[in-house]
């Protein structure tokens, strides 16, 4: 991900995340492979383990950067797919991990695959080449190939085993080369009778923040939050109102410039809030225009734009939550808070959950909700003539910001 600033074009910083290839705990059966996935999803996905590989699926893979893999190539072979895209850096570590594993492993079985996500591809070669990434990848063409074994956010780990069977679906990162070491022990007869692990019963949903906690540290929360809610922090309820009153209602104008980004004006927020985790107290967003920077601390846009999101936050406070997200360690964000005092509330996301989903390919970059979940307005928040604009014509046309208005007036009668 690049550092955009609206002075010079972009400001290109290495934020590469490294995760060591075998971060794995031990404990009596060896190295441990976490699951990532929860709930509904990781027993979707744990119903895959266990079961042949559909090499149907390698149809939908094209564009290859080498070999085309086929069926009759992953015969007793291990073979490890690791989903990537060129614009979100976190998971170009996963492809080092794997390239290391690849350069060690190769000559005793293992395949390792690269799947590219559809949009971006023209940037891939460029990210093989810096990242000294040897092996396949390809295109996953109408990213069939993701929504056949359910890839939320990049990088997600798909390997099968010599016998062919998907073995495991979505595990961590650093649980990578744990898990390639134990299958590569097998024989194909061992893999064709092997039980295998399921993410469901180990409580699934790993960190991959490179080893720091997933819960929150003095005065956070911990849990992310949730749009829509109907329920404010002092126990004022209210109703939201139906979709026509949010479809009739005169938003601002879409933003064309400094996007850094895919442009998802008028659109639901592609993936959901709730999977980031506060450092500092979660905020209510019930009934709330929400703000949500991206950033990064070694950007200097990002933190240049900072003292503007927080004049922002004080100006607006009845009805907008600005929030911080980054996707660096929990450590380093807050050491720039210590020394960075500001207002408004941050939170982690190591995944990038939801900038991945929003295809940001520079930061800062800020995007402003409405109460239903919609994206009203996006750019750079360095512009803060532009977003402060912005975020009073949403706060003045938002009906669920007048409901929640009206219901708390009412409580206080």
Known sequence: MRCSTLFTGSLLV?????????????????????FEGKAERRTRLDAMQGKPFDVSLLQNLTGWSGPALSADAMKGKVVVFVTWSSWYRTSHSALKDAQALFEKNADKGL????????????????????????FPVAMDKGNAFRKAVEVDVDPDIYIVDRAGNMRYADITTNSLGAAVDRLLSETVEQAQSAKPEMGAEQGAGGDESGGEPASAGAGGD?????????????GVSFTLPEASAYAGARWPAANKTNLSAGDFQGKKLPAELGSETFITPKPDVAGKVVVIDFWATWCPPCRAAMPGLDKLSKQFAD????????????????????????????????????????????????????????????????????????????????PGVAARKAAEAEAKK
Do not use: M
């Open 14 to 34: 290495a934020c590469l995340c490294g995760l060591p290839a075998n971060g794995a705990r031990a404990d009596d059966a060896g190295p441990k492979v976490r």
């Open 111 to 134: 395949v390792v695959v690269g799947v590219h996500d559809q949009q971006g591809f023209d940037r891939a070669p460029e990210v093989l080449k810096n990242q000294g990434i040897k």
């Open 222 to 234: 911990g849990s992310g939050v949730k749009i829509g809610g109907t329920t404010t922090a002092s």
């Open 319 to 398: 009805d907008v939550v600005v929030i911080g997200i980054s996707d660096e360690k929990r450590s380093v964000v807050e050491g720039f808070l210590a020394k960075n005092k500001h207002s408004y509330p941050q939170a982690i996301d190591p995944k990038g959950t939801v900038n991945n989903a929003l295809q940001i390919r520079g930061i800062p970059h800020a995007i402003v909700l409405s109460t239903d979940g919609v994206v009203r307005w996006q750019g750079h928040p360095g512009e803060i003539g532009k977003l402060s604009a912005a975020v009073g014509a949403v706060v003045r046309a938002d």
